[in-house]
């Protein structure tokens, strides 16, 4: 193989593998989608504690407290996605100081409570129709915004308690009123930039 064909081999792999792959802090690469899971399961698993271990015991088995989307006024608990929404605005702001740390995440859903959690891209709708009908499977996809590409991930968000379930069937917004437990009632969507 001459020079010319190796250099423009060697760049094409480059490219693809900058597209897949980030960097970590001893310089190896890291594939984005692993990274993206990664941070998935931390999301996932500290939701689902918070919504099992404190808000269904008190609110569902020990009735001690409500959980509210008002709960400063009510004195109540913050429900779920509310703490998970809390936790990505403070990760976005945190991240501001860090430059090698850019990814952002949102819950989101085609039946969203509050309007401003439902799919705004083609790929959110795309990744939600998906893990709602491929129950088990996350959806992958590259999109550009703004003119910057990104990895961006679909991951199911089901009901993982029954006080998720009763909050989204009774809730007077809800669009839809038959959740079982189990169910996908929406999506995590993670983006990491892959173009530098």
């Given at each position: ?89 403070l990760v976005q702001k ?103």
């Open positions: 193989m001459n020079k010319t064909k190796l250099a423009v081999s060697m760049g094409t792999a480059i490219a693809i593998a900058s597209a897949t792959t980030t960097l970590n802090a001893a310089g190896d690469m890291v594939p984005v989608k692993a990274m993206a899971d990664a941070l998935h399961l931390v999301m996932d698993s500290d939701r689902t504690i918070y919504t099992r271990k404190i808000v269904n015991r008190l609110v569902k088995k020990d009735k001690v407290i409500k959980a509210s989307e008002h709960f400063e006024d009510d004195k109540a608990l913050v429900l779920p996605a509310q703490m998970f929404r809390f936790g990505a605005e945190r991240s501001e100081k860090l430059p090698d740390v850019n990814f952002s995440y949102s819950l989101q859903s085609l039946w969203p409570v509050n309007r401003q959690n439902a799919p705004k891209t083609k790929a959110e709708k795309d990744g939600l129709k998906f893990v709602a009908e491929n129950k088990g499977k996350n959806y992958y996809t590259e999109e550009t915004l703004g003119g910057k590409k990104y990895f961006t991930a679909v991951y199911a968000d089901t009901g993982v308690a029954p006080v998720c379930v009763s909050c989204h069937n009774k809730h007077k917004d809800s669009p839809k009123r038959d959740f079982k437990l189990g169910d996908v009632m929406g999506g995590v969507v993670i983006r990491i930039p892959i173009d530098g």
